[in-house]
């Protein structure tokens, strides 16, 4: 069963930074791919950005493009997403998966069967 647990959300102001983990457990990993969606009140969850384990690709939404980088540590099995510049627009619980996508569904929820819990990511103005 794989277990995916996020930590290093909080509160941050306008133009700072924060990076969130999300270790990940329970399988091998070689096919997966890793993604980042972010939920604010009354909004719909959103892609923000995606790894793949095997070659490293990675995907952005274009709301967070140049500003936020996805990365992996294969060693530990975690992945990292580094925010910075962060916007009163970031704010929003962010979650883990991960899932088997194929290309043309990497930015799509449904390719993912596996999340974490959440954290929270509060910037202020």
């Known amino acids: 069963q794989v277990q995916l647990v996020e930590s290093g959300g909080g509160l941050v102001q306008a133009g700072g930074s924060l990076r969130l983990s999300c270790a990940a457990s329970?399988?091998?990993?070689?096919?997966?791919?890793f993604a980042w969606f972010r939920q604010a009140p009354g909004k719909e969850r959103e892609f923000v950005a995606s790894?793949?384990?095997?070659?490293?690709?990675?995907y952005y939404a274009d709301s967070v493009k140049g500003r936020f980088s996805i990365s992996l540590n294969k060693a530990i099995s975690t992945n990292y997403l580094q925010m910075n510049s962060l916007e009163s627009e970031d704010t929003a619980v962010y979650y883990c998966?991960?899932?088997?996508?194929?290309?043309?569904?990497?930015?799509?929820?449904?390719?993912?069967?596996?999340w974490g819990q959440g954290t929270q990511v509060t910037v202020s103005s």
């Open positions: 329970g399988s091998t990993f070689g096919s997966f791919a």
């Open positions: 790894i793949r384990w095997s070659g490293g690709s990675t």
């Open positions: 998966a991960a899932g088997r996508p194929i290309v043309s569904s990497i930015r799509t929820q449904r390719a993912y069967n596996h």
